[in-house]
C-alpha cells in the first residue's frame, strides 16, 4: 500500500510556482520521499528526491519537514508543459528500488 | 527518451488470445521491471528482475502471467488466455541497481482486450 497522501488535483497559473504538498507520517528513518511525474500517455519520469534535507535540481526543489512526516515538491515556474500527475513516493533503501505508487495530484497548468 | 524500449506501444488482441510484450532497458542497467496501470491509478508494481533473476513477484501476477530475462537484458511479459480485465497500459523501468534508485520508464504498451 502507499504510504503517502496527496491531494487529487491542483491548478496552477502558468509563470507562477507550484507547490505540491505530501503527507507521509509513518515514513520511517531509512526511508527516501521520491517524487515522479507522469504526462499523459507517457510513462513516470523521476523529478527528484530527498531523505533529510531539502534538495534542489533543474526541474524543482523539495522541501522535506523537519520531523519528516511531509513534503513539498516546488515548480518554480510552471508552465502549460508541466500539467502531469505527480507521485509522492516513500522508498525503502532495501526492496530492489521497487516503487510503490499511489494516484498522485493532477496538477493543471493554465494560461 | 529514456532510453527504455518497449513493444509494442499498442496491441488490441481478442478475448482469450496470448500476448507477449518486450522490453530493452537502458543497456548497463541489471534491474528491470513491470508495472500495470489502469485508468485513474498509479502504476501497480508487478514483478522485477536483477539480471535474470527474477527476485520479487506481485500477488498481481497471476498465474496467466509469466515475464522472463533470459540473458539478462531484454525482457518479455507474455499474457495467456487474456481477459477483458487485463486491458491496461504494462510499463518497464530499468535501474542500474545502485545510487539513487531512480527508475527510467518506458512509454509503456497498451494492452486492449474485446
Known amino acids: 500500500d502507499a504510504k503517502t497522501t496527496q491531494p487529487p488535483s491542483m491548478d496552477c497559473a502558468e509563470g507562477r510556482a507550484a507547490n505540491l504538498p505530501c503527507n507521509h507520517s509513518t515514513i520511517s528513518g531509512n526511508e527516501y520521499v521520491y517524487w515522479y511525474r507522469q504526462i499523459h500517455s507517457q510513462g513516470p519520469q523521476y523529478i527528484i528526491h530527498?531523505?533529510?534535507n531539502n534538495e534542489t535540481n533543474e526541474m524543482a526543489s523539495l522541501i522535506i519537514t523537519e520531523d519528516r512526516k511531509s513534503s513539498t515538491l516546488i515548480l518554480p515556474h510552471a508552465t502549460l508543459r508541466d500539467t502531469a500527475v505527480y507521485y509522492c513516493i516513500v522508498r525503502d533503501t532495501g526492496g530492489g528500488n521497487k516503487l510503490t505508487f499511489g494516484t498522485g495530484t493532477q496538477l493543471k497548468v493554465e494560461l | 527518451d529514456t532510453g527504455v524500449s518497449q513493444d509494442p506501444r499498442h496491441k488490441i488482441t481478442k478475448r482469450g488470445q496470448n500476448v507477449t510484450f518486450r522490453c530493452d532497458p537502458i543497456s548497463e542497467h541489471n534491474r528491470l521491471y513491470w508495472y500495470r496501470q489502469t485508468l485513474g491509478q498509479g502504476p501497480e508494481f508487478l514483478t522485477y528482475?536483477?539480471?535474470?533473476?527474477?527476485?520479487?513477484k506481485s500477488r498481481l501476477l497471476s498465474d496467466r502471467f509469466s515475464a522472463e530475462r533470459p540473458k539478462g537484458s531484454f525482457s518479455t511479459l507474455e499474457i495467456q488466455r487474456t481477459e477483458q480485465g487485463d486491458s491496461a497500459m504494462y510499463l518497464c523501468?530499468?535501474?542500474?541497481?545502485?545510487?539513487?534508485?531512480?527508475?527510467?520508464f518506458g512509454e509503456g504498451s497498451r494492452l486492449t482486450v474485446l
Open positions: 530527498g531523505l533529510k
Open positions: 523501468a530499468s535501474n542500474g541497481g545502485v545510487g539513487t534508485g531512480e527508475l527510467f
Open positions: 528482475f536483477q539480471n535474470e533473476a527474477q527476485l520479487e
